[in-house]
């Protein structure tokens, strides 16, 4: 299978390209997005890493790539080891240097039932799994701007679903790539270094925030009116 079957792509608005894995299960299914900027683009989530996510990323020669993960979790860094300057959360810094299983649950693919659909090539074995360490070259806190040259965009430190878990907000145009703070399908926060009330204060904090739509590190894109709904309903339940 070529690279190009592994990763669906998508053209969305935005100017923004995302790709997901449709032959991964798809609890560990997640969203890769590509943000063209003048000078610098971006690429935010890697994915699992079985098929090498970046022949499909559409690089410019000379022009700067940024890779950025969101959070540890092996969805979103398995790829990420093939970029060479590679962003994520300060707070996760060190482990990304390691991926070790206890932030990462790398493991938890191999438990799946069903970890793949189709082959990512013929010997593949999920037995022989592993995410391949990627040192961050820059580390991401919150309040930092991220500035693509015609584009720009604030990191947000929204903690729950995992402790090191930001978001890049556009504050002009209300652009909000939310990583697994906030999507719009089944959000899991169960996780061993999941936080219930951390969460519930992101979601506290997402309510006020200027967002147009969000690209969510799983699922369909999402407006305003939705993403307060996600929100309000995950602090309702806590405080039922
Ligand atoms: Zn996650």
Do not use: C
């Not at 690089?59 to 979790?73: M, Y």
């Not at 080891?81 to 790398?106: I, L």
């Not at 990512?120 to 799994?129: C, G, H, L, M």
Request: glycine letters at 6%; hydrophobic letters at 40%; aromatic letters at 10%.
């Amino acid at each position: 299978m070529k690279a190009e079957e592994w990763f669906s792509r998508r053209e969305l608005k935005d100017r923004l390209i995302a790709w997901t894995e449709p032959f991964i299960n798809e609890y560990l299914r997640a969203n890769m997005y590509f943000v063209r900027g003048r000078d610098v683009d971006l690429v935010v989530d890697t994915g699992m890493g079985v098929r090498r996510f970046s022949e499909v990323v559409p690089v410019r020669p000379g022009k700067p790539l940024l890779a950025l993960a969101t959070h540890i979790h092996v969805d979103h860094v398995g790829s990420l080891h093939e970029f060479a300057d590679r962003a994520g959360p300060a707070y996760s810094a060190a482990d990304f240097a390691v991926m070790p299983d206890a932030v990462t649950y790398a493991s938890s693919f191999a438990a799946l039932a069903e970890p793949v659909s189709r082959l990512p090539s013929p010997d593949w074995k999920v037995e022989a799994y592993t995410v391949a360490p990627a040192p961050l070259t820059r580390t991401l806190s919150e309040g930092d701007a991220l500035d693509l040259g015609d584009r720009r965009f604030r990191v947000l430190h929204l903690p729950g679903h995992s402790p090191d878990s930001i978001a890049l907000l556009d504050e002009h145009d209300g652009t909000f790539l939310s990583g697994d703070a906030i999507y719009d399908d089944q959000l899991i926060d169960d996780l061993p270094d999941s936080d219930h009330s951390s969460y519930r204060a992101t979601m506290a904090r997402i309510l006020e925030l200027p967002v147009r739509i969000a690209y969510g590190g799983h699922g369909e894109p999402f407006d305003a009116r939705r993403l307060r709904e996600i929100a309000r309903a995950y602090i309702e339940r806590g405080q039922a």
